[in-house]
């Protein structure tokens, strides 16, 4: 069964600026006892992304994150995934996870389409033998016909998209992540890719989708978890999370 | 359902003591061994992405290495009035050597900061780009091993049965190219600057190592060549290659400096490994 547990999670982000990048700065600073500083407000900072936040969820749940820009979505998805590990706080997650980010990763723009199903589908954790296997069935499901012998860099954004989903949706994980913010095509595209993401969502068995579009949220999504400064806002039925998050929106600020 | 590196129960407690921490270590390590079928993939294309529009491919990695090594031999040889029989093929594995492991030290600094992308994409184990690294490095080396074999061949040099011992000089080169990946990959990935600090280190230690000269030349300044933990590696791997053994004093100091380097390097690791994904 899937399942993901956070308990008291906190994630501090570092922002590293060009100066704070620097050794050479940095000792500067050091052994100056901060007297030397090349440049102004060269010191650390963190941003706290996630602000001691727990969660249960279990199997079946289908999750909508919601919040504004810089709210946290993205972080926590990242936290689920297991690609930041948190400050404080402990994260268990049960399943097999797969997240769709960044659609465009993991493609060589100088190899062809078939290469890149099997560069990406290998990335994605299949053994080389079984993505050749299925490479065939998941390259007639993108319609790029004749396109697929050529290099990636030939086609256009819509195509290329096509191949990554074609791939990223080949597989069947049972926690399945996704944010539409930062790039996993807009909205438009997954509306597009609508018949195949149902298919796709319908299997996995717990799902957390990150996205500003209310409408994909209601199709997918029955829970509603609004974020708000790494925090939690409020968790429910998503109606009454997302009627609740509009009335923020729509209240004048103070 | 393909077989998924998100290990079935994914259990990360930022309360980690250090124990905890290098078991993590450990478990990344297996893991990404495990992963070898994807970092054996990636590695080629590493290699083959490079020279993916030309002809002659990774070819122009033995070309470029063999034309620097005939020209260089043929020049130097005049300069120190050397016999080229016996300067060239000594030329040739020092210059083969030192672009296997200068190479490994340099572009190790870029391995976290050049996967940037797929590091905060997909959970992948983080030694998977440690392990991708030095197997595209080696794939490297072997092109430009075809040289050794070329001259061998042309100068006839018959090695014997000490060529074998070049096996474990190469172990000990790339194990050190490995921990030089676990130390030097997070700290390149924060501080940004260290790479160009690490390549000019390289640059002075490559006239510094008995590579274009030879160690005979100097004998009076001995230490001045000992302390130098390049010389020694170039040495072990060297020596067998030309039909000698290299003294147990060469090889005492890089077995030394291995285990050294993989205390530091398993430390380093697990001490950072969390926050390389913050800093790619």
């Known amino acids: ?254 | 359902m393909p077989a998924s590196f998100s290990q079935r129960v994914l259990t990360i407690n930022a309360a980690d003591a250090a124990t905890g921490r290098l078991a993590t270590v450990w478990n990344d390590l297996r893991e990404g061994f495990r992963l070898r079928e994807l970092w054996l993939f990636l590695g080629w294309r590493d290699v083959r992405r490079h020279y993916q529009r030309s002809v002659l491919g990774p070819l122009w990695l033995t070309l470029s290495m063999g034309i620097m090594v005939a020209g260089l031999g043929i020049l130097y040889s005049q300069i120190f009035k050397m016999d080229i029989r016996e300067y060239l093929p000594f030329l040739a594995i020092g210059f083969i050597m030192w672009g296997f492991i200068g190479g490994t030290i340099t572009a190790s600094c870029n391995v976290f900061s050049n996967a940037a992308g797929s590091i905060r994409q997909i959970r992948l184990p983080l030694s998977v780009y440690v392990f991708q690294f030095v197997w595209s490095q080696l794939i490297a080396f072997g092109h430009n091993f075809v040289i050794y074999i070329i001259i061998a061949a042309l100068f006839g040099i018959n090695p014997g049965f000490q060529v074998l011992l070049a096996v474990p000089a190469l172990i000990l080169i790339a194990l050190n190219g490995m921990f030089c990946a676990m130390i030097l990959g997070p700290l390149c990935a924060r501080f940004r600057d260290i790479p160009m600090i690490i390549a000019s280190i390289i640059q002075v230690a490559f006239f510094m190592t008995p590579i274009l000269w030879s160690a005979t030349q100097i004998p009076e300044r001995a230490v001045f060549v000992n302390i130098n933990p390049f010389y020694h590696f170039i040495e072990i791997a060297r020596d067998p290659l030309l039909g000698q053994t290299g003294s147990l004093l060469n090889w005492l100091v890089c077995i030394g400096i291995t285990i050294v380097m993989g205390v530091l390097a398993l430390a380093f690791f697990s001490r950072f490994r969390a926050r390389i994904a913050y800093w790619a």
């Not at chain 1, 590293?16 to 060269?42: E, H």
């Not at chain 1, 936290?79 to 590990?85: D, K, L, Q, S």
């Not at chain 1, 016909?145 to 989903?165: K, N, V, W």
């Open chain 1, 1 to 254: 069964m899937a399942a993901i547990t956070l308990q008291n999670v906190s994630v501090d982000i570092p922002i590293l600026d060009v100066s704070s990048r620097s050794l050479k700065n940095n000792v500067l600073a050091a052994v100056t006892g901060g007297q030397i500083k090349p440049t102004a407000g060269s010191k650390k900072v963190t941003i706290r992304a996630i602000d001691n936040l727990s969660l249960d969820l279990t199997h079946g749940m289908r999750i909508g994150l919601i919040g504004h820009n810089g709210a946290g979505k993205s972080t926590i998805l990242r936290v689920m995934a297991g690609i930041y590990e948190p400050t404080a706080g402990s994260v268990k997650v049960e399943g097999d996870v797969a997240a769709m980010f960044d659609i465009g990763f993991g493609m060589d723009p100088d190899a062809s389409g078939w290469e890149n199903i099997i560069l990406r589908g290998m990335l994605l954790g299949y053994s080389r033998k079984e993505i050749e296997l299925r490479s065939e069935e998941i390259g007639l499901s993108t319609g790029l016909g004749d396109f697929l012998s050529m290099p990636l860099r030939t086609y256009s954004a819509g195509m290329s998209t096509r191949l990554a989903f074609a791939v990223s949706t080949s597989i069947t994980p049972e926690i399945l992540l996704i944010d539409e913010g930062i790039g996993a095509g807009d909205a438009a595209f997954l509306q597009h890719a609508k018949e195949r993401l149902r298919s796709f969502i319908g299997e996995a068995g717990l799902l957390v989708v990150a996205s500003h579009s209310e409408e994909l949220l209601r199709q997918w999504c029955t829970t509603g978890l609004w974020m708000e400064h790494g925090r939690q806002r409020a968790i429910g039925p998503l109606d009454e999370v997302l009627t609740a998050y509009n009335d923020s929106l729509s209240a004048p600020a103070g």
